[in-house]
C-alpha cells in the first residue's frame, strides 16, 4: 500500500516564518496588504475548521508545477546590513522547511519592507 502525505501551504508558511523571525537582524515580518488579505482569509478558515491558525505573517508559500517557493516580508534593525540579512533569511528559511517538512525550496523572496533605527 503506496501512502501520500500532503502538507499545506500554511503549515509551509508557519514554519517559513519561524526561521525568518528567528534570524538575527530581523525585527520583525511584515504582512503588507496582499499578505494581511491572506493572512485574513487563511486565519478564518482555519477557525472554521475548529482549528488555531498558525503565526506566518509575512510569509507566503506558492506551488505550482512541483516547484516550492517562499516569500517573505520583514523589518531588519538599522544596526544589521539590509542584504547580509536578506540573505541570511534565504538560507535560514530553506533549511528549516527542508528539515522540518522534507521539502526541497526552489526560491525564497525576501522583501525588506523597513529599516528599524536603533
Not at 502538507?7 to 525585527?27: L, M
Not at 485574513?40 to 472554521?48: I, K, S
Request: net charge neutral.
Amino acid at each position: 500500500m503506496n501512502v501520500e502525505y500532503v502538507i499545506a501551504d500554511p503549515v509551509i508558511a508557519s514554519v517559513a516564518a519561524k526561521a525568518a523571525i528567528t534570524t538575527p537582524g530581523v525585527v520583525r515580518l511584515e504582512p503588507g496588504l496582499r499578505g494581511l488579505v491572506t493572512a485574513w482569509t487563511r486565519a478564518a478558515r482555519q477557525r472554521w475548521k475548529g482549528l488555531d491558525p498558525a503565526p506566518a505573517d509575512g510569509v507566503r508559500v506558492r506551488t505550482a508545477d512541483g516547484r516550492l517557493t517562499v516569500e517573505v516580508d520583514l523589518v531588519t534593525a538599522a544596526a544589521d546590513q539590509a542584504a547580509a540579512v536578506g540573505r541570511a533569511v534565504q538560507r535560514s528559511v530553506g533549511r528549516f522547511v527542508a528539515e522540518q517538512t522534507g521539502l526541497a525550496v526552489d526560491g525564497v523572496s525576501v522583501s525588506i519592507l523597513d529599516i528599524e533605527p536603533r
